[in-house]
């Protein structure tokens, strides 16, 4: 017994550690920065109601974030997931029927999978193959919804408008998010096949494993957090839209990189990641309360990108030398 | 080419594994002749030869990353079929241990350990696996002072490699019967070496076999029972290790047939065209006179680029005192994928593209002129092709590299660097190269020539030998021998 509450003890401690590594440091500081800059701006907001309706939309980015991350680990990039979720977003609003609507999503799943060997057999860049998968995507969106409307089911908008005792649903689901994110990748013994494949491909066919299984399975990984990020889109809007996704494919890649995460070499945060997709979430909330004009907001969120991947790299180089 | 067996054992008898006539070339070039091999249980077997001799094919054959062209991989005297592959090699027991390592830097030594045993997997994973690599590590090389949870790529490179020979022998469902090692001390002091060949000694004696793959001869004369030597793709000789002398080690190593016309001497010296100091700032360690050919040897990886880089670079800036040069520097090198062609481009516009200067008129290349430039080349070093407006793709990698020295011959460089420029490159392109290059060392030109075939040494007015970044040795034609070079090589002189 002692044993295993040791055992416990030290994974505690060593999700602690992963938490507190400096990867994720810079999510923890500028989460922090945002949200006394949001409290100090609006006291009122820190409350139950404020903070829910603040993170209103944040599980649609933060499960983008983890789909971006996935397709991160494997040190490719993923251009397609923003139109990817629009479209999981019209197909729940636009299809009727429960059932074809399920089969619809799980094919969407497969396509991603796919998209992986695809990538893999003929050794293109994930950027050209997700770029073109992105109008896919858009298309058939238009195919099922082209204008935008629909209507989502009942059970799903009023799942949305739960509210759990203590903790506001938005952070909840932030938290499940950290939690499954940092499960599959660093707890599980696929999780590090799934980081090999991203630093070193050879080493792990030495090792006698499949990079093909490895990529396909973070593909579909990514493919079952851009569902659940539409499934949030459709049930927080309770419209479909398959335009909705344009800005979300840039935002999902700037929460992984300040989430701690590496373009290449299999280097992710989950922890990291979920907190970067706070921060961009709340900066724009932030820019809208400083009563920055809608039309500079884009223009300043992308400036603050710059300046804490600047000081990143800045910091980064300091605890290299 | 009579192997010398002088061990006389019975071949085959109680084998681990045996490699049956095996050949293997890429493109052009045979890596692997009609090699025969095989290693015993309880055997440390050594393997030696020169840079480009076959060990490193000989070895990735063997562990199933490449496939030979012909010939039979046997394990426990069973013959492997194609579906041979790591994954396969890892269940029956073959393990290796490459020279550019093969650990995932962002996985710490225990999830390394973990992706070479699927049986590990389950709950419970980072405990058995932690306690596997541990146990190896403390047993191979006490007191390593490792961090087995960090990611490995923050491990110093000592370390790393240490990491990647324990895992090696770690076993769970998955036995380690017999292990490859390659070039294992290149980055481990002396005393984890030690402490590693010590063990390889002791390892072997409960059944299993180690192959070490070195260049370290010292290692080889005092561990090995039995050094197999490969040269020119073939193994040579196959002796026992008991009062192995260096001498006869050397000389097993040596002696390769000579093929090839030596220039005449060159009427151009005199004329200094490059002047190298040393990083001490003593005496002048490397010149270089106008009409001269000087070829940088040793083993690959002791400096030899850095120094053409070098001379490169001071030719373009000058701002190196360390390094004079006087005239101006064209590079050729042997890495055409990576360094030298432009894929996408014409045959012309690829021999062109270092002399557009010579050929423009304000911002605006003249093709005419261009195109009766790279024509003329074309016939001058015989590159067989149509049209020099096809693409470069379309020529086969011997005179795609022909069309990289025309690029280097149609600049008016008075220096020209060859960074092991017939890598790759069939007998007889090799030698309308070697005719190229005395042509023009006729005309004035200098060449500095790292290759790492002994044979183009021979067509060198001089020779400076490399040892961890230093030269080490200087010679002129005539004091050239190749037991000179591998001694000097060896750092063994």
Redesign the interface.
Known sequence: MANTSRRYAENAGSALAVLMSKRSTLSVIALVLVLVAVFWMRPNIARYNGVRLLLNLSPVLIFTALAQMFIMTASDIDLSIGSFVALVNVIVAGIASPGLAAAALLACVAGYGLMGALIHWLRLPSIVVTLGASFVWLGLGLMVLPLPGGDVPLWLSDAMRLRPPWVPAPVLVALVAMLLGHLILYQTSFGVILRGVGSSPAALERAGRSTLRARMSLYALAGICGVIAGVFLAGITTTGDANVGRGLTLLSVGAVIIGGGEFVGGIVSPVGTVMGALVMQLSGSLLSFASVAPAWQYSVQGGILVCILGLRAISWRRVVT | MAIQRTDGRAADEGALLALRGISKSFGPVQALKQVDLEVRGGELLGLVGHNGAGKSTLMNIL?G?TSPDRGDIILESQAMDERY???????LGIR?V?QE???????SAV?NA???H?S???TG?K?RAKSLILTRLHEIFPGHGIDV?TPV?NLPIGQRQMVEIARAFTESNNLAKVVILDEPTSSLDSSAAQQLLRFLQRTVLDGKACILITHKLTEVLNFAQRVVVMKDAGVVADVSGAGLSRERLFTLMGSVERAMVTPEASSFAGMRRVDVVGNTGGPSELRIEAGETVGLAGLAGHGQKEVLHRIYAASRSGRDKGCRVTGSAAYVSGDRQREGIFPLWSIASNITIASVRSLSRGSFINPVKEQRLAEAWREKINIRSKSVLQSILSLSGGNRQKALVARAFATDAEIILFDDPTRGVDFDTKRELYSQIDSASRSGRCFVWYTTETDELFLCDRVYVFHEGKVVDSLVRSELSEERLLQASFHEA
């Open positions: 562990f990353v592959g790591p994954a396969l090699a890892h269940r290796c490459f390592l093969s650990l995932c830097p962002n996985l999830e973990l992706i070479v699927p590990l997997e389950g994973w405990r949870q790529g």
